[in-house]
């Protein structure tokens, strides 16, 4: 098999911001939490009940916690020789561990592969992905989390909300108030040879019990030109992804190094350097870009076509990737079209969730960018995507099916009831149900008339393990009552991940032939198509498929459905409605 590393370059938090000192977590007590319905719409948790009512106390050994009829007793645990704790018995746990301090101070918690803590009973974000410390070149890299945290003089209660089974955690003494954590910046990749003018996202950590003012980051590249950019406040003991701005020449290099300075009231209190990566033309590249969901600093990957004439209208595939997957290398394991560009969204973070919530918005947000940026043609845009990014193309495919032509899922799984199967309808409660109508939105089965218009082409390796097959033929199953235009392969004896042509580039799961042949014969009906059937269950995500909107419901979450035709002839519409108070034609 073929495997295409991209280079992730790494950076330690500056060492010289911290002292020597430094306290790895490896002793304390540990319960495990058996509570019904704790991965369900509704956790149950004691441990958490307790502190909001006031109520927790500092557990001893052997002490019990009760929850209807189960009971679970408080163990001692140690960590390993790398500090790491471990074990079956801890997975759906609580870890608490106390920090004796002989005076007030901040410190920074290092924190890996946990929910969240709670430190003297205030809850702290924790880096559930973090299940180690090192990680490939080609990896996620999960090691950012650097929080500060107030130590009180005296005793300190860390409560840890573990999930799989492992975590690790490391208290370090600082030097600096205010300093970069360059273990997750968000950066553009820039051209060989050209002058660029861009920006990027780094973390600053302000360690003070005093909001950050009149702070500036200052970049001097390697000729010595200099770009300032003010930071926005930074509320005490946090920290904050800013955007800083860099400009300069490149050149024929792989690399570009900058000097990057962080000023309070224009003094220096840190500086770091950064690297930039150095790309061709024809390479996959990143690009940064400033989302309208939080004014936040993100970036979209690309693999570029070969046609360089900017003039000519070209193809756009929207590919979203999987489960712990960045976008660099989902847009890696594409060789160059001929006739159209490969643009790989971030769903914010290699894991984000599943394409859904913020990640719809951020696949949206970028194919929006991407049709003005390449001259798109907007008859032929085509979503895809593999694993998770492959049930990404059945729903983003489901809930907007104006946007594409045709899609094509890899390897996907359809909706989450049918790949986890949780939270079964029949057994939840009646507030459970509240928000299981609120997430029917997440029913591709239920939206599959929306598949009406789109070519479908369904790729899957047969032995796959991690997302089943059955999956991918289940919604086959559903297609072919209805839909007249769709495609599938299954490759025989391949796993999840799979590439069996060992002479032409790319990665055969993704970028396979036959579906990009697929893609090549469909184009997006626009103004041609006089008859539409459009279903959902929540306007405020989906509203729209092309000329008609469904603006308001009568039983707000149920399905509403509407079946409408236009008959030219007469100059009239057909129209059969469920579920809809009032919706709009754009006759136009």
């Given amino acids: 098999m073929k495997k295409l590393f991209v280079l992730i370059l790494i950076h330690l938090l500056p060492l010289f911001l911290m002292a020597q000192e430094q306290l790895t977590i490896s002793e304390g007590l540990a319960i495990k939490i058996d509570a019904p319905g704790r991965r369900s719409l509704s956790q149950v ?9 006031g109520k927790w106390t500092e557990p001893k050994e052997n002490d019990i916690i009760k929850l209807d009829t189960i009971e679970s007793k408080w163990f001692s645990v140690n960590a390993n020789e790398n500090g790491w704790f471990s074990g079956e018995e801890l997975r759906g746990s609580y870890i608490y561990y106390k920090h004796e301090s002989d005076q007030e101070k901040i410190m920074l918690l290092e924190g890996y592969n946990y929910y969240n803590v ?26 950012y989390s650097f929080l500060p945290v107030k130590i009180k003089k005296g005793k300190n209660e860390f409560l840890f909300q573990v999930s799989n089974g492992n975590m690790k ?5 600082i030097k600096s108030e205010v300093f970069f954590n360059l273990n997750d910046n968000t950066l553009p990749d820039v051209f060989k040879n050209e002058a660029y003018d861009d920006f990027g996202g780094i973390v600053i950590i302000n360690a003070q019990e005093k909001t950050l003012k009149n702070a500036k980051i200052k970049v001097i590249n390697n000729e010595g030109i200099e770009t300032i950019t003010y930071i926005p406040s930074i509320i005490p003991i946090s920290v904050r992804k800013v955007k800083f701005n860099f400009k300069g020449s490149t050149k024929n290099s792989d690399k570009e190094i900058l000097k990057v300075q962080l000023l309070v009231n224009d003094k220096i209190t840190d500086e770091e350097q950064i690297t930039l990566k150095c790309v061709n033309k024809n390479d996959a590249y990143k690009q940064t870009f400033i989302s309208e969901i939080d004014g936040s600093v993100q970036y979209y990957a690309v693999r570029p076509s070969l046609n360089n004439d900017k003039d000519k209208k070209q193809a756009l595939f929207l590919s979203v990737h999987g489960a712990s997957v960045e976008a660099i290398n989902q847009a890696g394991s594409y060789y160059n079209k001929e006739w159209g560009n490969i643009v790989c969204p971030t769903n914010r973070r290699p894991y984000g969730f599943n394409w859904e919530d913020i990640g719809r918005i951020d696949a949206l947000e970028v194919l929006k960018i991407a049709k003005q940026k390449f001259n798109t043609d907007e008859e032929r845009i085509y979503l895809t995507g593999h694993s998770m990014g492959g049930h990404g193309t059945w729903y983003l495919g489901a809930n907007y099916p104006d946007q594409f032509a045709a899609i094509g899922p890899s390897a996907g799984w359809i909706s989450l009831s049918s790949y986890g199967n949780r939270n079964s309808k029949s057994s939840l409660n009646d507030f459970q149900k509240v928000f299981s109508k609120a997430a029917s939105q997440s029913d591709t089965y239920r939206l599959a008339p929306n598949y009406s218009d789109l070519g479908i082409y369904v790729l899957h390796g047969e032995a796959d393990s991690i997302v089943s097959p059955f999956q991918a033929k289940s919604m086959l199953r559903t297609l072919s009552t209805f839909h007249k235009d769709y495609d599938s392969h299954f490759e025989p004896g391949v796993e999840h991940w799979w590439d069996i042509d060992t002479v032409k580039p790319g990665s055969d799961c993704v970028d396979w032939t036959p579906m990009f042949d697929f893609f090549s014969k469909h184009s997006r009906p626009l103004n041609r198509i006089k008859k539409l059937n459009f279903i959902t269950s929540a306007p405020g995500i989906a509203s729209k498929n092309y000329w008609v909107t469904i603006e308001q419901q009568i039983d707000q979450f149920a399905f509403s459905n509407i079946e409408i035709e236009f008959v030219p002839e007469v100059n009239i519409f057909r129209v059969s409605t469920s579920n809809i108070k009032t919706f709009s034609v754009d006759v136009a």
Avoid: M, S, T
């Fill in 118 to 143: 709670f430190i003297n009973e205030e809850p702290r974000i924790g880096n559930i992905y973090g299940n180690k410390e090192n990680f490939e070149i080609w990896e996620p890299q999960f090691n």
């Fill in 169 to 173: 955690a490391v208290l370090h003494e």
């Fill in 45 to 53: 948790d004691p441990i958490e009940y307790k502190i909001v009512k």
